[in-house]
Nanobody
Framework: QVQLVESGGGLVQPGGSLRLSCTASGNIYYINNAGWYRQAPGKERELVASINRGGSTNYGDSVKGRFTISRDAAKNMVFLQMSRMNPEDTAVYYC??????????????WGQGTLVTVSS
């Protein structure tokens, strides 16, 4: 009913930047909360950044000051701008959204993930 698709992952050099995009489609009245999570090998999935409907943001400690989450509500898109990246940012990044459909139901939806590798 609702799908999230991430794009923009790939290889980036240390100190470089990368921009991830998440596009939601399906029966969407609006997106309430949205966020980016990541999971590195051998580690638990962790919050990278989140944004609520009002635009309030929250960031994981390791990315504060380096990453920025934003949204385009009209396009049902969420973005993650990553700057000053380091090898510890290497992970599979997942988009997550709490979607309200046309019937007022709240759905928690995850994307398939996109791999980000920070390496020279």
């Amino acid at each position: 009913q609702v799908q999230l698709v991430e794009s923009g992952g790939g290889l980036v050099q240390p100190g470089g930047s990368l921009r991830l995009s998440c596009t939601a489609s399906g029966n969407i009245y609006y997106i309430n909360n949205a966020g980016w999570y990541r999971q590195a090998p051998g580690k638990e999935r962790e919050l990278v950044a989140s944004i609520n409907r009002g635009g309030s943001t929250n960031y994981g400690d390791s990315v504060k000051g380096r990453f920025t989450i934003s949204r385009d509500a009209a396009k049902n898109m969420v973005f993650l701008q990553m700057s000053r990246m380091n090898p510890e940012d290497t992970a599979v990044y997942y988009c997550n959204a709490e979607v309200v459909n046309s019937r007022g139901r709240y759905l928690d939806v995850w994307g398939q993930g996109t791999l980000v590798t920070v390496s020279s």
